[in-house]
């Protein structure tokens, strides 16, 4: 079982759906999620963090985590063709310091 | 412009050749990480460092070496025992010391073998 897994997609939504991205993760002591954009070619970008049971909300991204299911989600609102890309999910253990990747869902929002 | 910069963002490498890639940050980051990237996966993690002259082995060292002589720099050798190296390397940093801390990325440098 991979530590973080998400569906690679490819995921298809028309503009102005909501976009739901999911990945589940396997390590019951990690303390930290993170949902990274990454633009062909280019380096990922923090989209959101989030570090409690809940729901976080920022402008049209809303993040969900559920530590006792082991699953955190990304949802996108509104979507819009620039919203096309690869989303990476990030988990970290407590104090350690590195990030363990998910293998990245490709979202496309079609015009 | 406070950030992170990687050269040069495209590198060829020789067989049998070493080559360094360069990291650079003006944030101010105690912590700086080196991970690769191949086509449709995830981040790997190389190497990381939490302070100067200080450095672990990630989960792919092998074939890679690194140096922490200034905070703010955190080269990366790709040696000739490295035998598979193509692939997107990306170096990233973050404050150390809170269990919340964000890593944020550079641009990236792609290595590819002639």
């Known amino acids: 079982q991979k530590e973080v897994e998400q569906n690679s997609g490819p995921l298809s939504v028309p503009e102005g759906a909501i976009a739901s991205l999911n990945c589940t993760y396997s390590?019951?002591?990690?303390?930290?999620f993170f949902w990274y954009r990454q633009y062909s070619g280019k380096s990922p970008e923090l989209i959101m963090s989030?570090?409690?049971?809940g729901d976080k909300e920022d402008g049209r991204f809303t993040a969900q985590l559920n530590k006792a299911s082991q699953y955190v989600s990304l949802l996108i609102r509104d979507s819009q063709p620039s919203d096309s890309a690869t989303y990476l999910c990030?988990?970290?253990?407590?104090?350690?310091?590195?990030?363990?990747f998910g293998s990245g869902t490709q979202l496309t929002v079609l015009p | 412009d406070g950030g992170i910069t990687q050269s040069p963002k495209y590198l060829f490498r020789k067989e049998g050749q070493n080559v360094t890639l360069s990291c650079e940050q003006n944030?101010?980051?105690?912590?700086m990480y080196w991970y690769r990237q191949d086509p449709g996966q995830g981040l790997r993690l190389i190497y990381y460092?939490?302070?100067?002259?200080?450095?672990q082995k990630g989960d792919i060292a092998e074939g890679y070496s690194v140096s922490r002589e200034k905070k703010e720099s955190f080269p990366l050798t790709v040696t000739s025992a490295q035998k598979n190296p193509t692939a997107f390397y990306l170096c990233?940093?973050?404050?150390?010391?809170?269990?919340?801390?964000?890593?944020?990325f550079g641009p990236g440098t792609r290595l590819l073998v002639l």
């Open positions: 989030i570090y409690s049971n």
């Open positions: 944030l101010n980051h105690d912590a």
């Open positions: 390590d019951r002591v990690s303390q930290s």
């Open positions: 990030a988990v970290k253990r407590g104090s350690a310091r590195q990030l363990t």
């Open positions: 990233a940093s973050s404050i150390a010391g809170t269990d919340q801390e964000t890593q944020y």
């Open positions: 460092s939490q302070i100067v002259n200080d450095f």
